[in-house]
């Protein structure tokens, strides 16, 4: 004999389709409103290599272990005028999706004997695995000679991004440097882009003689490049230097 009558297996299978409605229509909730992985959720998820770092897919910032430091190339200082000096620095930043809009930093000025003459800190924006110039104009020494320079690297902030390129050609580099009155480089540049107006362009130009010793730098800012434009700018020393055979011409825009 049966334990369940005809009705009570009808209400038995008239709950479980209804327990079974009810329990799709949540599933379906959580899922519809679950929200979407980050990388910033603080969960290991998409295919990050650890919590919210790394991943091919996911693009998030690398995790600590394989973040690069940045690799200073060289620096050096140049007497402009009594007490005066000029320091270019050339940076590598080795991270290929990491930019950061505040790298703080410091140069400092010492003698022969190792004494602090002069210091200055400054911040700068780096791209994503972009090579780029540190300028900082007239250091005043107060008439004491340095023997060295250092740059000192005092802080960074990373966040994921991706490398944008300039389409800014350079046409022409026409160089004065040995003009006693009006030392100069003018370089011509033609904006390449269809589409992009580019403003805020940092151009540092470095001076190199026979043997890739630096003798020199400088910098100068374009407001603005409009589509197809073609513009000189521009670089300009105190005094006349001998011997330059290249002039290499960095050039990035300002976040």
Not at 119 to 129: K, L, M, Q, V, Y
Request: with cysteine; aromatic share 10%; net charge neutral.
């Amino acid at each position: 004999m049966s334990l369940f009558t005809w009705s009570s297996r009808r209400q038995l299978a008239v709950f479980a389709i209804f327990a079974m409605v009810v329990l799709l229509i949540v599933l379906g909730a959580i899922y519809y409103f679950r929200p979407e992985p980050t990388c910033f959720d603080k969960r290991q998820n998409q295919d990050e290599e650890g919590v919210d770092c790394g991943g091919a897919v996911a693009r998030c910032a690398p995790c600590s272990e394989k973040i690069h430091d940045l690799t200073i190339l060289w620096t050096r200082l140049f007497l402009i005028k009594d007490g005066f000096y000029d320091v270019v620095s050339l940076l590598e930043n080795g991270n290929q999706f990491l930019k950061t809009d505040k790298f703080v930093y410091a140069i400092k000025l010492y003698d022969e004997n190792g004494v602090l003459l002069a210091a200055r800190e400054n911040s700068t924006f780096i791209a994503p695995g972009e090579k780029f110039v540190i300028f900082e104009p007239n250091v005043q020494t107060q008439n004491r000679i340095p023997k060295t320079v250092i740059l000192e690297m005092r802080g960074v902030n990373w966040k994921s991004g991706e490398a944008v390129p300039i389409k800014i050609d350079v046409l022409r580099k026409d160089v004065f440097l040995t003009d006693a009155l009006n030392p100069r480089l003018e370089v011509r540049l033609k904006n390449q882009s269809a589409s992009v107006i580019y403003k805020n362009i940092e151009a540092s130009a470095i001076l190199l003689e026979e043997g890739g010793a630096v003798l020199g730098g400088s910098r100068t800012m374009i407001d603005k490049l409009d589509i197809f434009e073609e513009k000189t700018i521009i670089f300009t020393w105190p005094r006349a230097i001998e011997g330059v055979l290249r002039a290499d011409i960095f050039l990035r825009q300002a976040p």
